[in-house]
């Protein structure tokens, strides 16, 4: 992905997709209003909830609620490359999302994820 501010970027959306596109499980990328983020060969992605009825459950209005969609790395990745990935995501969507409120992620049970990085990143 290339390293800018340090080991950070904003990343293309085209070169994340094609990433993702290669090598995630899904093979497929949010449609909807997204914020890319590369950091060093990561890439995450944070979109407007697939569920449209997420926020008003939550009690927040749909603006304030963003879902972290896609969370990539290639195997054999260094340490702490993840988190350190989906902090530097947080903050720099905080700065342009000042309105966010929540941040919603979630892992899939039946790909073998189990949810331990963004329980390391609480």
């Not at 970027?9 to 994340?16: G, V």
């Not at 350190?84 to 892992?107: G, H, I, M, N």
């Not at 073998?112 to 990143?121: E, K, L, P, Q």
Request: charge should be positive; glycine fraction near 8%.
């Amino acid at each position: 992905m290339g390293r800018v501010e340090g080991h950070a970027r904003t990343a293309r959306r085209a070169e994340a997709v094609k990433a993702i596109r290669r090598g995630h499980y899904t093979r497929s990328v949010s449609s909807g209003a997204s914020h890319v983020f590369g950091f060093e060969d990561a890439v995450v992605i944070f979109s407007v909830p697939s569920n449209p009825q997420l926020a008003g459950f939550l009690g927040f209005e749909p603006w304030q609620v963003w879902e972290l969609s896609r969370l990539y790395v290639p195997d054999h990745h260094r340490p702490n490359l993840l988190t350190e990935a989906v902090a530097y995501a947080v903050k720099t969507l905080r700065q342009r999302e000042p309105d966010a409120e929540v941040l919603v992620a979630y892992s899939d049970a039946s790909a073998g994820h189990s949810g331990g990085v963004y329980r390391a990143c609480s």
